[in-house]
């Protein structure tokens, strides 16, 4: 199977995850600007997942950009991370619907946290398949960002039992450290095809 395959089968569960979460979004029966404050929560929520599921789907494009071939395993990698990307619009409704209360604000960040190590499996399986010397190896790197991404999570999960708006402030800084696509991906690829004066 080629690469290509992979990304559009991806491609179109996270199309298809996003279409579940915008339609958890309930608007108001009365046509005024006040009537929006109470959703304030539910909307928060939505924007917040919806910013995790375009960061994803950024960095696995620029991912499988440098996937030369795909095995078996990093078919059930690939998969891994959908299945728990596909958990987004119930932990997403969860929070926003009960005002971000600790229970579904923490198990809002478990599952990013999931996300987050199914991708660093799904990135590692295919580095293991390319070899040590591959292009995707040198891009990421010693990937300081990868690291801290599930410690900052896992602090998350724990602080919104403390605040839930610790564990908001946590997952926003993880959203803006990943925010711009993986740039180390881009260097290399720069770097392989320059382009011509």
């Known amino acids: 199977m080629t690469p290509n395959r992979v990304e559009a089968f991806s491609d179109g569960v996270i199309a298809i995850i996003i279409t579940i979460m915008v339609l958890e979004l309930r608007p108001p029966h009365e046509p005024t600007w006040a009537a929006l404050g109470p959703l304030w929560p539910v909307?928060?929520?939505?924007?917040?997942?919806?910013?995790?599921?375009?960061?994803?789907?950024?960095?696995?494009?620029?991912?499988?950009?440098?996937?030369?071939?795909?095995?078996?395993?990093?078919?059930?990698?690939?998969?891994?991370?959908?299945?728990?990307?596909?958990?987004?619009?119930?932990?997403?409704?969860?929070?926003?619907?009960?005002?971000?209360?600790?229970?579904?604000?923490?198990?809002y960040g478990a599952v990013l946290l999931a996300c987050a190590i199914s991708y660093y499996v799904l990135q590692q399986t295919i580095i293991r398949s390319q070899g040590p010397g591959?292009?995707?190896?040198?891009?990421?790197?010693?990937?300081?960002?990868?690291?801290?991404?599930?410690?900052?999570?896992?602090?998350?999960?724990?602080?919104?039992?403390?605040h839930p708006g610790l564990s908001g402030a946590l997952y926003a800084t993880v959203a803006l450290i990943w925010l711009v696509p993986d740039k180390r991906i881009e260097r290399v690829l720069a770097a392989q095809h320059p382009t011509e004066p």
């Open 43 to 107: 909307i928060t929520s939505y924007v917040m997942s919806f910013v995790y599921l375009g960061i994803y789907w950024n960095n696995h494009h620029h991912m499988l950009h440098l996937t030369r071939r795909v095995t078996g395993g990093i078919l059930w990698a690939n998969l891994h991370l959908l299945f728990w990307l596909s958990l987004t619009p119930f932990t997403t409704a969860w929070m926003g619907e009960t005002h971000f209360a600790a229970v579904p604000t923490s198990v």
């Open 134 to 162: 591959s292009i995707l190896a040198a891009a990421v790197g010693q990937d300081k960002k990868g690291r801290l991404s599930p410690v900052l999570y896992l602090l998350a999960v724990f602080a919104a039992f403390v």
